[in-house]
């Protein structure tokens, strides 16, 4: 079984804890008096993240874990509030003194460590890096994050859900049309309505053009990060054309706010631009696949072996360079419209680089596919209290949001960030690279902080 | 090889063919100009993420694709604040990136300058206060509304800003 996600709600009378798992979900009593429960850590690694944040949020202690450190609770966050129990509605927190956070390190003789982060050089999301050194190479990785939290799930509760939705148009904004048509569907099952085929159309499209200028962006970033500038210049500049066409056909170059109950979708704009995209990608692969010294780089470089990335339940590009058949959009919808899963083999940088490319290919050809000019009614009903789910293949991964409507309010949401289980399991990859090669590989994973951190 | 140089040609240079916005050339010249001005030909700039959505991240990223390379104007982005003069700040500064940002503001040399991008930098945007959120409170001198502002936006922004030292 693959664990989607691990999290809590405060049910006024005890705590509840949700296993999400891709066949099954388990519920879990939580006495209030004496919040703890058995980890699933040794299991499921990917459940250390989700365990921690519960422990920050609700104060609930998990036996037999092994990590017990803060996550989202950082140095000065007072470790004695917990947040996302209902009887916390502080707007305004205190600092609290200073508390060393102990990183994994391994130390030893000429052993040393090269903290990055959390701001970095570039212009990059915030997250820390903590590396264990033998000379050049790689001995260990820890990887930090929420340095981003804003508490979103916090900000979500007691609210209108069709109010909220400008809030998840910006949780993360190179997913931004993944998020909303993820609470859009949660909308539609909550409001008793099923969504026509023709709107499912135009989101679905919106939906790959957001997935193409993700890619595309990835296809300039990262033999740029070998040293290969050319190919940035050309990638940066196709995904400014796509952003532009993004513009044109939605009004806004991320989409944000655009996934509505009625939509239109310009053909003539976008056809032309993916016959041209198609031929510029055509001749790109032809180009950068005659350039060894680029592919000595990607080659071996960052490799997820597939029993890891299983044992971590990766998901998205990620999972897919590894060869593991992992993608929402495999279902008979998507494959009317000729999707095809793209698959590497030995989850290197070089896979990961291939899967784009050749995802890229595929999107193209979806679209054209999808384009309709047929407009179908869709309103909501009323929202009917309840519980909630949806999953949607976001340009990084499989997103999955969950929300529970109570009187017509949002009573507690969710979201598991496709990037918060594939950073947990980033740190695996790097065990046989030098330090040089970790932005290449970070390139190739091209991770969200924001919807990580939420 | 000969591929490459043949579609290279082809391309041409797109930064300057700006047929579709003469607008923006205009403003390029005019940046170029201040920054010869007042900044000695060389403006530099430490971007610093307090909490975005990473959307203003992106087009920041977006000015230096060959259609703006902001770079020829004398701007860049630098990797340490100590070789910069203006902190470029996104984001409703978080608790936990409030000192850390504020680190960054103090290691620039004086003068500095800090411009906020993007709407939550300024009143937190389409966001709402909770426990997490601090708010900027670092002395601000030059606002570039949007969410996000586009690239196009970024440089108009950056000339108003340049713009001020005229008075």
Redesign the interface.
């Known amino acids: 079984m693959r664990l989607i996600a691990r999290f809590a709600k405060d049910k006024k009378d005890f705590f509840e804890v949700i296993d999400v798992f891709d066949k099954e979900i388990k519920r879990y009593k939580v006495d209030k008096n004496n919040p703890v429960l058995e980890t699933i850590t040794t299991k499921y690694p990917s459940a250390i993240w989700m365990e921690r944040i519960i422990k920050d949020e609700f104060g609930i202690e998990f036996t037999g874990s092994f990590d017990n450190r803060p996550a ?1 609770k ?1 140095e ?2 007072p470790k004695d ?1 917990f ?1 996302l129990r209902k009887d ?1 509605n ?4 205190n ?1 609290a003194p200073f508390e060393e956070y102990h990183y994994e390190e391994i130390s030893g003789d000429g052993v040393f460590v090269v903290p990055v982060g ?2 970095h ?6 997250g820390h890096f903590q590396f264990s050194q033998a000379g050049e190479e790689i001995l260990h990785l820890e990887v930090r994050h ?6 979103i799930e ?2 979500a509760e007691g609210k209108n859900p069709l109010e909220f939705r ?2 998840v ?6 997913e ?1 049309v993944a998020y909303q048509i993820a609470f859009f569907e949660i909308l539609a099952k909550a409001g008793g309505g099923v969504i026509p085929e023709s709107l499912k159309r135009k989101q679905a499209i919106l939906l790959e053009m957001e997935r193409i200028i993700h890619h595309l ?1 990835d296809l300039g970033f990262i033999p740029n990060d070998a040293g290969f500038g ?1 190919a940035l ?1 050309f990638m ?2 196709l ?2 054309d796509a ?1 532009r066409i993004m ?1 044109k056909i939605t009004g806004h ?2 989409g ?1 706010d655009v996934i509505k109950e009625n939509m239109q979708i310009n053909r003539k704009i976008l056809n032309p631009f993916l016959d041209n995209l198609k031929k510029e990608l055509e ?1 790109f692969e ?2 950068i696949i005659d350039i060894p010294s680029l592919w000595d780089r990607f080659d071996t470089t960052g490799a997820l072996s597939k029993q890891k990335a299983i044992k971590y339940g990766v998901v998205g590009v990620g999972a897919r360079a590894s060869g593991i058949k992992m993608d929402v959009r495999d279902n008979i919808f998507y494959e009317k419209y000729g999707f095809k899963i793209q698959l590497g083999k030995k989850g290197e940088v070089a896979d990961r680089f291939k899967v784009r490319i050749k995802e890229v290919f595929n999107s193209i050809e979806m679209i054209q596919n999808m384009i309709t000019e047929k407009n179908e009614e869709f309103e909501f009903g009323e929202f009917e209290d309840g519980e909630y789910m949806s999953f949607v293949e976001s340009s990084i991964g499989e997103l999955f949001m969950y929300m529970e409507i109570k009187d017509s309010l949002i009573e507690r949401f969710y979201v598991r960030d496709p990037s918060f289980i594939n950073w947990q399991a980033f740190h695996t990859t790097i065990y046989k690279d030098i330090i040089a090669d970790f932005p290449l590989i970070n390139k190739s994973f091209d991770l ?3 919807g990580n ?1 939420l | 090889m000969l ?2 140089w043949q ?1 290279r040609i082809k ?1 041409g240079i ?1 930064t300057e063919n700006l047929e579709f916005d003469k607008e923006l050339q205009n403003i390029q010249k005019e940046i170029k100009d201040k920054v010869k001005k007042y900044f000695a030909g060389s403006l530099a700039i430490r ?16 000015l ?4 703006y390379d902001l770079e020829r104007l004398g701007i860049h ?1 630098v ?2 604040p100590r070789h910069a003069d203006v902190m470029l700040l996104s ?2 500064m ?8 504020k680190d ?1 503001y103090n290691q620039i040399p004086s003068p500095k300058w800090l411009i906020t991008l993007g709407d ?1 930098a300024k009143d937190l ?9 601090k708010g900027v409170d670092l002395p601000v001198d030059f606002h570039i509304p949007g ?2 502002p ?1 690239p196009k936006e970024i440089i108009k922004g950056l000339l108003e800003f340049l713009r001020g030292f005229e008075k």
């Open positions: 989202i950082h000065r966050f509030i947040p916390f502080d707007k305004e927190i600092f959390p701001v050089a570039g212009i990059i999301e915030p929420f340095y981003k939290h804003r508490g916090k900000m400008k809030i148009s910006r949780i993360s904004g190179n931004s962006t050319a210049s940066s500049k995904s400014e952003r513009a170059r991320f944000f001749f032809d180009w969200s902080y924001a951190d | 591929r490459f579609k391309t797109v971007m610093v993420d307090s909490g975005s959505c990473n959307a203003c991240e992106a087009e920041c990223n977006a230096s694709n060959p259609y982005f990797a340490s984001g409703v978080t608790l936990n990136m409030y000192h850390h940002a960054v939550c945007g389409v966001f709402e206060k909770t426990y997490a959120i969410c996000p586009s």
